[in-house]
């Protein structure tokens, strides 16, 4: 029988979480660049400009069809070929936003389509700007809708963001392969980093429902709506 | 001689085309509108109607002609050129003659008051509070004092379409657009708007109604136009238009409402 180390634990732990911490900044440094590139790209697409449109599409498509961890690799390396010296960590920022910003953006662009044309009409029809109607009233109600998905997106870059450590950026896989090679312990370590990945997750997504409810208008909560009717209900009679 | 008292127009049209790619919709429109008339546009579906008033507001952009409102022109040919007013004159322009939407367009994620302040507070820069105080009573005005603080969701047809007017008049509007207001409504729906309209002319507002509400027209109305094919075919007063229609496409639409 595998005896466990569990004297790697206390040891071990505080680097590890140092590496935790690594991720959290990668991933809500990226995800706020991501998110402001994704609505950019999707207000560029649908800004009605051709010479806009097509390079934003191209962009999209690219960086949608070559896999994270090679797009971190050319980043990592050319971007010194061109004179552009970024630490790895502002690197990887850098190509994970540039990714998660295809992917957004996508979600931004379906968003807004869904909102019903109409309101944009009657928006003008009262004398307001194009630029007002995006502000005051398409996009509110197109982001109340993307972010169930940007949340979804956020939890899975907490969890992509490991791809970075091939970049040598410290963060918490890498930081869990730096202890595995001082003390040839990979099942205990990797344990621990999979614990910590779950734990990061599991409460990002409780975040994530909580803004979901929070921005819900009052009368299409109908999670609580019918909470409250269930609670009220009379027991059925035999 | 008789002196013609006829007050200026506050809408006039004239020789208005618009095309989408190479489909010519509409093939020279002449249309006046004098303050304080009520106009219905009637027609076949597929003629123009819509088209035609969102020419008027600029929702569409016409391809040729003359739009002039309130003394302003929107659009016009010099020479042969074809000028469009600059963004902002159109939507002043707008702002004073706001349109009401088969399908409401309320914006839903606003509360009722806060879909009729969105105009008075963003485009005409009122106060907050002097801009609510104006829209508690426009609804309660429609009946609908007691929905200010519900969500569109939240309301019937015509509730909505009754937001949707009062929206309109929070703008102080000198003249209101029209398209088919009931047309998407249940039927006991219907008499609520168009008493609601009824009452927007009794005081003296200046309406442009796209309706196949012959009846209401009929009541009305001060001039009904006929449109089909993308032309004004016959205009006149409703008892004319309906009574006794001169040209033969008149007469058959009339003929194919009754029955
Ligand atoms: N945005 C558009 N692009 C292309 N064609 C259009 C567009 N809007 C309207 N049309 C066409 O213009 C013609 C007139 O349409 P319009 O909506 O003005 O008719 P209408 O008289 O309002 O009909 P209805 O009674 O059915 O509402 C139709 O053939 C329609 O297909
Ligand atoms: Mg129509």
Redesign the pocket.
């Known amino acids: 029988m595998y005896e466990f180390f569990f004297v790697l634990i206390p040891r071990y732990f505080p680097f590890l979480l140092e590496g935790a911490i690594v991720t959290l900044e990668l991933s809500f440094l990226s995800m706020a660049l991501g998110l402001v590139l994704g609505l950019a790209v999707a207000l560029g697409r649908l800004s009605g400009r051709k010479w806009l449109e097509w390079p934003l599409a191209a962009y999209v498509e690219i960086w949608r069809d070559v896999p994270l961890i090679v797009q971190l690799l050319v980043i990592y390396f050319t971007l010194p070929s061109i004179g552009l010296f970024l630490p790895a960590f502002w690197a990887g920022v850098l190509g994970l936003a540039l990714n998660l910003a295809a992917y957004l953006s996508e979600v931004f662009r379906a968003a807004i389509l869904s909102i019903d044309p109409g309101q944009r009409a009657a928006g003008l029809s009262i004398g307001m700007s194009g630029f007002m109607i995006h502000r005051r009233i398409i996009l509110p109600q197109a982001l109340r809708i993307a972010v169930p998905t940007i949340g979804g997106y956020f939890i899975a870059l907490l969890k992509d963001s490991s791809l970075v450590s091939f970049i040598s950026v410290n963060e918490l896989l890498r930081n869990g392969t730096i202890v595995i090679s001082n003390t040839f312990k990979s099942m205990e370590v990797y344990m621990m980093v999979a614990i910590i990945y779950f734990v990061m997750s599991f409460v990002a997504a409780r975040l994530v429902q909580h803004v979901e409810q929070r921005l819900t208008p009052r009368h299409l909560r109908r999670g609580r709506r019918s909470q409250r009717a269930l609670a009220s209900q009379p027991a059925v009679m035999p | 001689m008789i002196l013609q008292t006829q007050p200026e127009p506050l809408l006039q049209v004239r020789a208005l085309h618009k095309s989408?790619g190479a489909?010519d919709?509409l093939k020279g429109v002449d249309l006046t509108v004098r303050p304080g008339e009520v106009s219905f546009v009637i027609?076949p579906?597929?003629?123009?109607?819509?088209?035609?008033i969102r020419c008027i507001n600029f929702l569409e952009t016409p391809s040729a002609g003359e739009i002039m409102f309130d003394g302003r022109h929107l659009c016009r040919e010099e020479g042969n050129v074809f000028h469009v007013a600059p963004e902002r004159e159109l939507r002043a322009a707008r702002s004073e003659m706001p349109m009401v939407f088969q399908h409401f367009n309320l914006f839903s994620h606003r509360t009722v008051i806060e879909n009729v302040i969105e105009g008075p507070v963003m485009v005409k820069r009122r106060r907050r509070d002097e801009a609510i105080a104006d829209a508690e009573r426009l609804l309660a005005e429609v009946g609908l004092a007691d929905k200010a603080d519900r969500y569109p969701d939240e309301l019937s047809g015509g509730q909505k379409q009754r937001v949707a007017i009062a929206r309109a008049l929070a703008m102080q509007p000198k003249l209101i657009l029209f398209d088919?207001p009931t047309s998407a409504l249940d039927p006991e729906l219907v008499a609520g708007i168009l008493d609601t309209i009824r009452a927007l002319a009794e005081r003296g507002m200046t309406l442009v109604v796209?309706s196949h509400e012959m009846g209401f027209a009929r009541r009305l109305a001060d001039v009904v136009h006929f449109i089909a094919d993308g032309a004004i075919v016959e205009s006149g007063p409703p008892q004319r238009i309906f009574d006794a229609p001169e040209n033969p496409r008149l007469a058959a639409f009339i003929r194919s409402i009754l029955h």
């Open positions: 989408f489909h919709v027609g579906s597929g003629g123009g109607k819509s088209t035609l088919e796209v």
